[in-house]
């Protein structure tokens, strides 16, 4: 599937900031010239096609009390689905992408406490067998990375 005119409008709105409010997805419609229902139908169908995954609001989890982590492991590639899967598996994992590199298995953890993030790693070491690689963060930047469409 490609992207068409609007399903491109519709992707660079999105990555800004959503309006809050009770219906945020009403308000973005009718910024577009939209009716809420063709916005999530578009939304539904290009996630569907895998051409995003999700759309929403990135939290601070250390701001809020919480912890989060960027975690490797290097996962024989004939494990590599299995293991995906069992990783993917734990609701602290925010993202998860493979890696041309020794450490190909990437991934950030996000708890509730910081203590969550040990609890989540050991289980996943657990599960797997494979070394959770545990790289917190020592500075943070803002970099406003967008995609235009």
Not at 66 to 82: I, K, N, S
Not at 90 to 101: D, I
Not at 110 to 122: K, N, S, V
Request: charged fraction near 20%; proline fraction near 5%.
């Amino acid at each position: 599937m490609s992207p068409d005119a609007t399903d491109r409008r519709i992707l660079n709105r999105m990555q800004e900031d959503l309006p809050l409010t009770a219906h945020p997805y009403a308000a973005v419609a009718t910024e577009l010239g939209l009716t809420e229902g063709d916005l999530l139908a578009r939304l539904t169908r290009m996630k569907a096609a895998r051409l995003i995954t999700r759309f929403g609001p990135f939290f601070d989890a250390a701001a809020m009390g919480g912890a989060f982590c960027l975690c490797a492991m290097a996962v024989p590639e004939a494990e590599f689905d299995t293991v995906l899967t069992k990783v993917n598996a734990h609701p602290e994992v925010a993202h998860n992408y493979e890696r041309t590199h020794r450490l190909n298995m990437w991934f950030v953890l996000a708890t509730e406490t910081p203590q969550g993030i040990a609890a989540a790693a050991d289980a996943i070491e657990a599960e797997t067998g494979i070394a959770v690689l545990r790289f917190p963060k020592m500075q943070e930047f803002f970099i406003g990375f967008r995609v235009a469409a």
